[in-house]
Every structure is written in structure tokens, then in C-alpha cells.
């Protein structure tokens, strides 16, 4: 497919990214201690089919061969989170040294390969044993965090330079805290904001030990979730309910992260029960960062719903769109908008798009390959609105696309398939999918241009 709209300055990576819990199975070897995660799929009808991560794609034991297959692709970067109950099975004290050594071997084996790993700390299987201590409802927690990621930098930074607290920090509090249909399964919005409150203190706690015990030249930040919000129609009242779900879901983090407060409507929106906050904790959560992680998959239509509790809305599905397998509509300018939002209201040193992908029925074809040629189009059409991005001079670094490897969807399970990579979960069996094939060549016709 021709590249020549896909051309990016030289020092643009692109990369792939992936989660602990998705990915690596080894749920219960070698000492690493129990996830919420874990707990949370043993639980009945919380999981789809009754899914676990207990094996997922077996990244635990089969990193070295899916590292060969990165290379082959041509991968400038990899992104992947560390399971904080691997290193410490109890979240705080004992490390377990066989948990460090899958880490270190696993960076070493990307480095080995020119591949830059690209880390995120949390990415929501925190450890049980903090869970049983209040998990982010307990400020420890927070404390308990930031003490785990000075001994990660310590361990990996020597060859890990880029370093993310949170991925998606809404979702543990609203999927994980207000919804339920997260770990840890709970239902209470007050808990929901105070969990953010939490979140975003120990994401600046994390920064801060990290920045004492790093190496020089490292990069810290965190990933968000962005969408642009849309009123479903011209009310008032639509209107309104998209810059609520709007002003929670990237404000609430984005506000007190880069401005030092958080906005003004949300603390009135939600009253008393929007959590304590002090001078000194918003001094710590606004720690200037170096950079910024974007997932974007999509727009978000909002329409006013009073019987939503907690945010008073809820998502618009016109028919006139195309969807993915998760019922998101496919718009590939929400990429550039929500770049050149950012890139107007707040100041950040660069940003990167960290996830966007899209899950589409894919089955292995009689000639033993994946025909996924929706997932080609997809990511055409979304990292040509990247390409948009950085031609109008916003400072975007680096495009990784979620995901690598077919994996575990939280609660949907192994039902959806995200991957570049067909994984045939059964046998283990990996199969480039003609994406990846696609995306293999996009990224050599860049290298091509260094
Ligand atoms: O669902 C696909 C991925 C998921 O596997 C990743 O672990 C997670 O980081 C992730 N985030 C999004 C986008 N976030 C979102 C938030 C609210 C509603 C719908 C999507 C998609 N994904």
C-alpha cells in the first residue's frame, strides 16, 4: 500500500503496545502474588465464559520468541506494563527476585533487539493483599505505589527510559469503583472520586520518588483515555452531559495533572461527594511530567440521561456509523481533534498516542492467514489523522498501536481480538495478521527514510 501520506519526521517512533495481565499468563508461578485481577475472574459471571488470565498469550514463558516476531516487524518500541505482584507478591516488603529477573531478561531482550521499551507501572492488576488493605480507596496505597516505582526505576532505568505511573486511571475508578464491572467489582460513586483523588496523587508521588532515584534523561508521564465528547443533538442538555463526561473522564486528571487544580464544574457537579483535597496533594499530583500517553479509539456522542448517578448521560450509537466488534464507531479524526485539544489547553512537552486499534472478527483463513483488512483501514485512516497532528507542528512523538498480540479484553474475555498478531490460543500459535504485515512495511518505509 502506498506510504507516501504516511511519511513521519525520522525521530517519530512507532511501536505496539500491551498490558501484564493480558498478556502473560504465569498467574501463579514462580512467586508472584495474587491480583485483583486474578481474584476478580475467579468470581463467578464477572468474566465472559468465565475467561482468566491465568495463561493469556503465555508472554511469561514465550517473550523471547514474540520479541523475534517484533523484530521481524520492525518495531521501533514496546510497550508493556510490569505486574506489581510479580516483584512484590504482598504490593510493599518482600520482592520476589524471580519476578525482577523476567523484567530485567525481558528489557535486556528487547534492547538486544534495537527495540525501545516503553513502561507503564499500573495497569490495573494491582496486588490483592493492598486491595485487602483498601486498595487506592487507602492513601498508603498511593505511598505503597510510589515506593514500588522507585524500586522499578532503580532495577530497569539504566535501560528503560520512558516511564508511565497509570494507564487509564478513570477506568479503576469508574469501571473499577462506580460501574463495578471492573476489579475490584465495587459500586459506590463517592469511593469512584475519591479513588480518583488517589490515583492521581500517587501518579505524582511515583514521579517524584522516581525523578530521586532514575537515571538522568528519563522521561516520566502517565496514559489517559481522551476522547472528543459530542452532544447527540443542539439541547442543552446533551450539551452539558458531553462536557460532563468530558470534564470527569480527561479533565479530572488532565486539570490537576497539568494545571494544578481540578475543574471548578466537576467539584460543583458532584458536591459532597467530590473528595478532601489539600493545597499540598495538588502540589505533588501537578509534578511537571515530560511527556503524555493518549489512548484513542474513538468519539464518544453523549446524550442526557438524569438516571445515570453518577455522570447524567450516556453513550449515542448513530446508525449511520461504522463500529467495531466493541460497538465503538469508527472515526479516525478523533485522533487529530483530541491532539489539537490538548495541544491548545494544555502545555505538554510531547505526547504520544499510546493505544489505538480496533477489535474486528478475525479467523484464520484456509491459506493459513489472517485476512484482517478492516484492521488495515482502520489504522490507515487513524495514524493519517496522526500524520495530520504532526504537520500542523503539534508535538506528537510516537504512534503505538494496541495491540501486539491478541489478549485478554478484560470482561469480554478472549471474545475480542485486538491484535496485530493472531494469537491461537490453544496450541499459542502466533500468526502475523496481514495488518501487522501492513504495519511491518509502514514502519520500514519510514526506517528507510532515517
Ligand atoms: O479495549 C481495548 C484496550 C484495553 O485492552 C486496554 O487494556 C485499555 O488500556 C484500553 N483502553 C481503551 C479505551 N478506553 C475506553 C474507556 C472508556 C470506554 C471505552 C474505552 C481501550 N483499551
Not at 519526521?9 to 512467586?31: L, M, N, R, V
Not at 468470581?43 to 465464559?49: E, S, T, V
Not at 509534578?287 to 453513550?315: Q, T
Not at 487513524?382 to 500542523?392: P, S, T, W, Y
Request: charged letters at 25%; hydrophobic letters at 35%.
Amino acid at each position: 500500500m502506498e506510504f507516501k501520506s504516511l511519511k513521519f519526521p525520522k525521530e517519530f517512533i512507532f511501536g505496539a503496545s500491551t498490558a501484564a495481565y493480558q498478556i502473560e499468563g504465569g498467574a501463579y508461578e514462580d512467586g508472584k502474588g495474587l491480583s485483583i485481577w486474578d481474584t476478580f475472574c475467579k468470581q463467578p459471571g464477572r468474566i465472559l465464559n468465565g475467561d482468566t488470565g491465568d495463561e493469556a498469550c503465555d508472554f511469561y514463558h514465550r517473550y523471547k520468541d514474540d520479541i523475534k516476531i517484533m523484530k521481524e516487524m520492525g518495531l521501533d518500541s514496546f510497550r508493556f506494563s510490569i505486574s506489581w505482584p510479580r516483584v512484590f507478591p504482598e504490593g510493599t516488603g518482600k520482592v520476589n527476585q524471580k519476578g525482577l529477573d523476567f523484567y530485567n531478561s525481558l528489557v535486556d531482550e528487547l534492547r538486544a533487539a534495537s527495540i525501545e521499551p516503553y513502561l507503564t507501572l499500573n495497569h490495573w492488576d494491582m496486588p490483592q493483599s493492598l486491595q485487602d488493605q483498601g486498595g487506592w480507596l487507602n492513601k498508603d496505597t498511593a505511598k505503597h505505589f510510589a515506593d514500588y516505582s522507585r524500586f522499578m526505576c532503580e532495577n530497569l532505568s539504566d535501560r528503560v527510559k520512558f516511564w508511565t505511573t497509570h494507564n487509564e486511571p478513570h477506568c479503576v475508578a469508574s469501571a473499577g469503583h462506580v460501574a463495578g464491572i471492573f476489579a475490584p467489582g465495587h459500586k459506590d460513586i463517592k469511593e469512584g472520586l475519591q479513588v480518583t483523588h488517589n490515583l492521581n496523587l500517587a501518579h505524582g508521588l511515583a514521579v517524584q520518588a522516581m525523578r530521586q532515584s532514575g537515571s538522568a534523561g528519563n522521561k516520566y508521564g502517565i496514559v489517559l483515555a481522551v476522547f472528543p465528547y459530542y452532544p447527540a443533538t443542539a439541547s442543552i442538555h446533551d450539551h452539558r452531559a458531553a462536557q460532563r463526561w468530558d470534564g470527569y473522564f480527561s479533565r479530572c486528571f488532565l486539570d490537576p495533572i497539568f494545571k494544578g487544580s481540578y475543574p471548578e464544574d466537576m467539584v460543583e457537579y458532584f458536591g459532597d461527594k467530590f473528595p478532601e483535597v489539600t493545597e499540598q496533594e495538588l502540589s505533588v499530583i501537578s509534578e511537571p511530567i515530560d511527556m503524555l500517553g493518549i489512548n484513542c479509539y474513538f468519539r464518544r456522542i453523549i446524550e442526557n440521561d438524569p438516571k445515570n448517578a453518577f455522570i447524567g448521560g450516556r453513550e449515542f450509537k448513530p446508525r449511520d456509523a461504522a463500529y467495531t466488534q466493541m460497538d465503538w464507531p469508527i472515526y479516525p479524526e478523533c485522533l487529530f481533534e483530541v491532539l489539537s485539544m490538548l495541544d491548545k489547553d494544555y502545555d505538554i512537552p510531547e505526547l504520544y498516542i499510546i493505544e489505538n486499534g480496533a477489535a474486528f472478527h478475525d479467523e484464520v483463513s484456509p491459506d493459513g492467514k489472517v485476512h484482517d483488512a478492516r484492521r488495515t483501514r482502520y489504522l490507515h485512516a487513524h495514524i493519517e489523522q496522526a500524520k495530520r497532528a504532526v504537520e500542523q507542528g503539534i508535538n506528537l512523538k510516537g504512534y503505538f498501536v494496541w495491540s501486539f498480540l491478541d489478549n485478554f479484553e478484560w470482561a469480554l474475555g478472549y471474545s475480542r481480538r485486538f491484535g496485530i498478531v493472531y494469537v491461537d490460543y490453544p496450541t499459542q500459535k502466533r500468526i502475523v495478521k496481514d495488518s501487522g504485515k501492513w504495519y511491518s512495511e509502514l514502519l520500514r518505509y519510514n526506517q528507510s527514510l532515517r
